[in-house]
T-cell receptor, first 115, second 112 residues
C-alpha cells in the first residue's frame, strides 16, 4: 500500500472543464512533487513544493496550477486542458527538502483523459 | 543538457535467465536512484547509490555505481515472473535545487 494517496484515480474531462487532482501524505515529508507520465515514458517533473513553498516550476503551462494548502496536501488545478495533456499524473513526497536526496514516495497516480 | 541514457529499452528473457540494465551520464552525478514500475502501477523506490564504486545487493538484485559516478547498473540474477516491469534509473545532478533526471527506462518481460 502506498502512503501517498491520490484522488481521483481516473478523470475524464472536456477541454473547457475545471477540475482538480488531490494528493495527501501523512509521513511528515516536507517536499511534495507533481510528475506527469505519458505512456512508455519516464516521469517528467512539473512542480516541486518545499516547506509548502513552490520551489521548482518546470516551465509548465499556466493551465496547470499547483497549490499546497499545508504540509500534507498538494493539489493540481486543471483548466482548459488539451487532449495532449492526457497522461498519468503522479504525486510524490520525500523527506528531504531537495529532490533526489532521498527516496521519492509516489502515489498510485491519477489517470487523466482530456476529450 | 543533462540527461541520463538508459539501455536497453526492452529486454525479453526466459524465466531463470539474468538481466542487466545500464545507465550512463556524460557528467558526474551526485547520486543515482533506481525505481521499478509494474505494468499499470506507479514507480517504487528500490535503492539509492551515493559513493563512487558502491555496490549494493537486495536478494537477487545487484546495483553498482561507477568509480567516476557517471554510470550505474542493475543486475537481476535468475529472473522470475514477479520481476516484470519497467526499471528506471534517476540521476541527481548538483546545484542548489538539485535536478533529478530519469532515464527512459528498461521494460523487462519474463517468459515462464
Amino acid at each position: 500500500d502506498t502512503e501517498v494517496t491520490q484522488t481521483p484515480k481516473h478523470l475524464v474531462m472536456g477541454m473547457t472543464n475545471k477540475k482538480s487532482l488531490k494528493c495527501e501524505q501523512h509521513m511528515g515529508h516536507r517536499a511534495m512533487y507533481w510528475y506527469k507520465q505519458k505512456a512508455k515514458k519516464p516521469p517528467e517533473l512539473m512542480f516541486v513544493y518545499s516547506y509548502e513553498k513552490l520551489s521548482i516550476n518546470e516551465s509548465v503551462p499556466s493551465r496547470f496550477s499547483p497549490e499546497c494548502p499545508n504540509s500534507s496536501l498538494l493539489n493540481l488545478h486543471l483548466h482548459a486542458l488539451q487532449p495532449e495533456d492526457s497522461a498519468l499524473y503522479l504525486c510524490a513526497s520525500s523527506q528531504g527538502r531537495r529532490q533526489g536526496t532521498g527516496e521519492l514516495f509516489f502515489g498510485e497516480g491519477s489517470r487523466l483523459t482530456v476529450l | 543538457g543533462q540527461q541520463v541514457m538508459q539501455i536497453p529499452q526492452y529486454q525479453h528473457v526466459q524465466e531463470g535467465e539474468d538481466f542487466t540494465t545500464y545507465c550512463n551520464s556524460s557528467t558526474t552525478l551526485s547520486n543515482i536512484q533506481w525505481y521499478k514500475q509494474r505494468p499499470g502501477g506507479h514507480p517504487v523506490f528500490l535503492i539509492q547509490l551515493v559513493k563512487s564504486g558502491e555496490v549494493k545487493k537486495q536478494k537477487r538484485l545487484t546495483f553498482q555505481f561507477g568509480e567516476a559516478k557517471k554510470n550505474s547498473s542493475l543486475h537481476i540474477t535468475a529472473t522470475q515472473t514477479t520481476d516484470v516491469g519497467t526499471y528506471f534509473c534517476a540521476g541527481l545532478y548538483g546545484g542548489s535545487q538539485g535536478n533529478l533526471i530519469f532515464g527512459k527506462g528498461t521494460k523487462l518481460s519474463v517468459k515462464p
